[in-house]
């Protein structure tokens, strides 16, 4: 078990547990803020209905969700270093390509029938915001000493 205690494995683990948060907050409800109104809308509503959904921010959380079980299981697959370092990149970027994908929704969410209102989601932001965090801390997590602690 001592093997496995090293910087780098602290860094992919906390990257998973930022991503396993930033998947669960898809379903929260969630408030929006709409020219000077408070409206809160369940997270099915926001996300599936008919009209008013975002489908690309559900693809934005799956990559989220993917991506970080990726990179807790990069810790027991035993790789040469070449490739464990292209798997963590590629994992940091599938990462931060979700929390794009999640900041869509900020914005577009019912944003089908009535265009001419801006509205802002803080629940996406913050959820981007921790998958940006885990895709950098997997990034980062290469290029560390593997020394164990």
Do not use: H
Not at 10 to 29: E, T
Not at 107 to 118: E, F, I, K, L, P
Request: glycine share 8%.
């Amino acid at each position: 078990m001592k093997k496995y205690l090293t910087l780098a494995n602290l860094m992919k683990a906390a990257a998973f547990v930022f991503g396993f948060v930033a998947f669960f907050m898809m379903f929260a409800n969630q408030i929006y803020v709409k020219a000077f109104d408070l409206v809160s809308y369940t997270k099915t509503d926001a996300m599936f209905d008919k009209y008013y959904g975002a489908w690309i921010s559900f693809v934005g959380y799956l990559l989220i969700l993917l991506a970080s079980l990726g990179a807790c299981a990069l810790v027991f697959l035993g790789l040469d270093a070449k490739m464990n370092k292209m798997l963590a990149l590629i994992l940091g970027g599938v990462l931060i390509l979700g929390a794009i994908f999640v900041f869509i929704e900020a914005g577009v969410v019912n944003g089908v029938r009535d265009t001419s209102a801006y509205r802002l989601a803080a629940g996406p932001i913050v959820a981007g915001i921790f998958a940006i965090i885990a895709g950098l801390l997997v990034c980062a997590s290469e290029f560390v000493p593997n020394k164990q602690l």
